[in-house]
């Protein structure tokens, strides 16, 4: 498949804008609540956000100018007056009322009563908490990035974290299970990722150094069966096993592919050893 190269001095900003949301994605959505210096909340989504440090926690996302003039956004005037902001995730639960809040209130509207969330007093900042995120963050202003002047310029908003605030049930055995949280995230154009249920999935982490794919026998990096997970999955092995010890069982196949397809079921069932006895036979056959 050919590949389609564009440079960003042929785009407009709307253009680019375009392409990076879809195929930045899916990114997290932070439901930003900040208040003016007169005191009127407000309260608008960003996926222009993520985590960038744990010590001391930081958190970035970016209001940026409005595309169609380069006008700034209320959220970002709140927060450079008051130096401070509140984020809160958006879980599948919230999101039309989200998508409510995204819409271009005049100023001095409170989002709030607009979308129905509900606002709840913050312990560090004049911000209100969002009453039915699952996990929020109350934030200090570090730093403000500006990313040029334009229209769609970036205006990236970096915070200290004074305090997280996580409902009770998404903790399960010590950590935030993505099912309880049931997170949405923002893809390209109106599109959306549910992070739960069967769109969820763990990967364990390579224990110590794995041998790596260069370390695979060339004749199953040939072959048309397995796949670029599956010889992902070979090469994180913490060992490369003495593939001319391992011994036929009665019922294996003997032809090359027949055994690359026992080598990806075994790999699928999680049986790292039977897929390495299988390469043992696949360099014999
Ligand atoms: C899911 C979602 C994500 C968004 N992400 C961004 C973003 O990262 N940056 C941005 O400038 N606008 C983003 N927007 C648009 C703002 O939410 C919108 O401009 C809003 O009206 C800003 O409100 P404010 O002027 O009250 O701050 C997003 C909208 C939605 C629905």
């Known amino acids: 498949m050919s590949h389609r190269t564009i440079l960003p001095s042929d785009l407009g900003p709307t253009e680019a804008n375009a392409l990076l949301c879809g195929g930045v ?8 609540s900040t208040i003016s210096a007169a005191g009127v909340r407000n309260l608008s989504p960003f996926s222009f956000f993520n985590a960038f440090g744990s010590n001391p926690p930081t958190v970035a996302f970016a209001p940026n100018r409005r595309g169609r003039d380069g006008t700034v956004k209320h959220t970002y005037l709140n927060a450079v007056a008051t130096d ?3 984020i809160a995730a958006v879980s599948h639960a919230m ?11 005049p100023d001095g509207v409170d989002e709030f009563p607009k979308c129905g969330l509900t606002p ?6 004049e911000s209100a908490l969002v009453g039915e995120s699952p996990f929020q963050m109350e934030c200090r202003l570090k730093q403000v990035v500006e990313l040029g002047s334009g229209p769609g310029s970036g ?4 915070g200290e974290v004074l305090a997280f605030h996580v409902r009770e049930d998404c903790f399960v055995d010590g950590i935030l299970h993505p099912d309880a949280l049931d997170l949405v995230g923002r893809n390209g154009g109106a599109f959306y990722t549910r992070a739960s249920g069967p769109a969820v999935f763990q990967v364990p982490k390579p224990g110590g150094r794995p041998i790596g794919y260069d370390a695979l026998p060339e004749a199953l990096k040939q072959s048309r069966i397995l796949t670029g997970n599956d010889l992902g999955l070979l090469a994180n092995s913490p060992v490369l096993p003495d593939l001319s010890a391992m011994v036929r069982e009665p019922g294996d196949p003997v032809a090359p592919a027949g055994l690359d397809h026992v080598i990806r079921r075994a790999l699928a069932a999680g049986d ?12 014999k056959a």
């Open 25 to 32: 994605a899916p990114r997290p959505i932070a439901l930003a």
């Open 84 to 86: 401070e902001f509140v």
């Open 95 to 105: 999101l039309q009322q989200m998508n409510v809040a995204s819409a271009e209130w």
């Open 120 to 125: 709840v007093p913050a312990l560090f900042v």
């Open 155 to 158: 205006l990236m908003l970096i």
């Open 272 to 283: 790292l050893n039977e897929a390495w006895r299988l390469v043992g036979l696949r360099m």
